[in-house]
């Protein structure tokens, strides 16, 4: 039995060549349906009938929020990226994508990395199926064991978020106060406000100028530019030792907020700092 592929390939001679070798069946993987773009890809997988898509770099809206529903789907994703086309690597591997081939890769290349994926139970992204709840929210060391030392750059930095229920006071001061004993402390810190509802945190620090803040940090996640340098250049520095990222200003505007690029964000923000403070809102999102 064969694996049923989708093909969204960009380059028309590239896309011919694959497909035709596919066709054969002596590689193990066949093409199901050839995509003219991303909102085909999406409504292919989502109908059941593919287990893998190969698709191109440039494929239009392709983001981490779009991968990320795929990983949701278990559709396992190979990526074609031009020839020594470092940036374009650099921003595919960014936006979680493991598997990558160049675009001039052979047909038998692409189906074992195919194959491969599948066999291994990888959905060939970090984005991140939003059913794996052990994968999004994973057990963190107690304080004890927490090695500071090499938290910075190894992606390992403590995350902790500040919630309480609805009409609950003192979520914002308490986030705060946390975050600044950190920083206070000589730890590098980064004070997150992600309460969609009345995101305060501006507000309690005096910082009166708009600032794009979690939103410019979740677009950039979304679009596989956010990395190291680009999450510090957003977060605002308040203190020697203090970042802050503020919120939206709008409660309307949350969908901006997408679960896979801000998982992301915070990935990042472990390699940036040893804490992260999140100030969430009352009600907790599915």
Known sequence: MTVPVLAAITDRRAEARIVQAFESGILGVHVVRRCADLADVLATAAAGTARAAV??????????????????????????????????????????????????????????LVLQAISGGSDGTSAGGLSDVSAAFPMLP??????????????????????????????TTVAATLAAEFAAAGESTLLIDADVYGGAVAQALGLLDEAPGLAAAARAANNGSLDVPALAELARAVGPRLRVLTGIARAERWPELRPAAIENVLDVARRLVKHTVIDCSFCLEE
Do not use: N, Y
């Open 55 to 112: 698709i191109s770099h440039d494929l239009r809206r392709l983001d981490r929020d779009a991968l990320a529903r795929l990983a949701t789907l278990r559709v396992a994703v190979i990526v074609l990226v031009p020839v020594d086309d470092e940036d374009a690597e650099r921003r595919i591997r960014q936006l979680g994508v493991t598997d990558l081939l160049p675009v001039d890769a052979e047909a038998d290349e692409i189906a074992a």
């Open 142 to 171: 107690e304080p004890d064991d927490f090695d500071t030392a090499a938290a910075v750059g190894d992606g390992v930095g403590r995350v902790i978020a500040v919630w309480g229920p609805t009409g609950a006071p003192g979520r």
